[in-house]
Nanobody, 118 residues
């Protein structure tokens, strides 16, 4: 059974930092591209970042480039997202997903809420 469990979200002031984690099980983590995606209130899910199986390739949406860093630990089947200089527009539920099908709830975890506000 595939499981993805995100954690690390919270309430932070603008300019603050958070580190999200996604512990996975039930599939060969080291062979999959992994994604972070987010969904803001009233908006569709959008991809935030992605990483190749052995971390050689990483991608970020323009709005988070230079502020977010994706990484993975294949030995522990865990995905990370380091977020700094957070902005109110980063407020969303953040999901990790196996592969690019992050819009499908079956392919992602339950999410972790990130709220950036004074």
């Amino acid at each position: 059974q595939v499981q993805l469990v995100e954690s690390g979200g919270g309430l932070v002031e603008p300019g603050g930092s958070l580190r999200l984690s996604c512990i996975t099980s039930g599939f060969p983590f080291s062979t999959w591209w992994m994604y972070w995606a987010r969904q803001a209130p009233g908006k569709e899910v959008e991809w935030v970042s992605r990483i190749s199986p052995y971390s050689r390739q990483k991608g970020y949406r323009d709005s988070v480039k230079g502020r977010f860093t994706i990484s993975r630990d294949n030995d522990n089947a865990t995905l990370y997202l380091e977020m700094r200089d957070l902005k109110p527009e980063d407020t969303a539920i953040y999901y990790c997903s196996k592969g690019a099908n992050y819009a499908d709830p079956q392919s992602r975890g339950q999410g972790t809420q990130v709220t950036v506000s004074m």
